[in-house]
């Protein structure tokens, strides 16, 4: 059995940083700020898009459409464990039994 968990807050920061970096050169090619660059005037806007997604995925992960840890189980695991419920379902294990049975897959 195979558990994988994401490390989400990584992401969040990295899209962060990547609004951050993109407004600064943003505002820095228009003037807001003082220090200006050479760059073309309006390709940071594709960078501050990009934080706007991760950040969004990230927020929508958190909300729980994708919080939970993902089991991956051989079929002989998932045919088992049926096997052991229909068993206690038709009154052929305890309950006791099955919980022991199940925790010992």
Do not use: H
């Not at 206690?88 to 294990?93: L, S």
């Amino acid at each position: 059995m195979f558990c994988f968990y994401e490390n989400r807050p990584r992401k969040l920061l990295w899209g962060l940083f990547w609004l951050a970096l993109g407004a600064f050169l943003l505002l820095s090619n228009y003037g807001v700020l003082g220090y200006q660059f050479s760059f073309s005037r309006d390709w940071p806007i594709l960078l501050i898009a990009w934080g706007i997604m991760k950040i969004i995925d990230t927020l929508a992960w958190r909300r729980g459409k994708k919080n939970k840890i993902t089991v991956l189980q051989d079929e002989g695991d998932s045919q088992s464990r049926a096997q052991i419920l229909k068993a206690v379902e038709d009154g052929q294990m305890s309950a006791e039994e099955a919980a022991r049975r199940l925790k010992d897959l």
